[in-house]
């Protein structure tokens, strides 16, 4: 079992930047992914971004280079780093990790960042 914890969500400015940050509690195992997935209203979550242990990371085209994901594996941590915020980046974020085994997916509770214009 696995719980998560996302922080540091709120209201930002356009063009300003955010760091979200996910503690993970339970077993992590070496090939599960830790992710970050967003749902705007009305619309269906989709996937931010996603690594590996190994260092492989995986973006969604629409925040490729202005986002960064990155894991601390020894504190169990997962982080996402926004810049250039746009308001369509407005949405609940929530962390995910996906177990390599199973397939089996665990989500926090999300955390709401909103871009104004």
């Known amino acids: 079992q696995v719980q998560l914890v996302e922080s540091g969500g709120g209201l930002v400015q356009a063009g300003g930047s955010l760091r979200l940050s996910c503690a993970a509690s339970?077993?992590?195992?070496?090939?599960?992914?830790m992710g970050w997935y967003r749902q705007a209203p009305g619309k269906q979550r989709e996937l931010v971004a996603a690594?590996?242990?190994?260092?492989?990371?995986n973006y969604s085209d629409s925040v490729k280079g202005r986002f960064t994901i990155s894991r601390d594996d020894a504190k169990n941590m997962v982080y996402l780093q926004m810049t250039s915020l746009k308001p369509e980046d407005t949405a609940v974020y929530y962390c995910?990790?996906?177990?390599?085994?199973?397939?089996?997916?665990?989500w926090g509770k999300g955390t709401l960042v909103t871009v104004s214009s």
């Open positions: 995910n990790v996906r177990r390599a085994i199973s397939s089996m997916d665990y």
């Open positions: 339970g077993i992590i195992f070496s090939r599960d992914v």
């Open positions: 690594a590996d242990r190994g260092g492989s990371t």
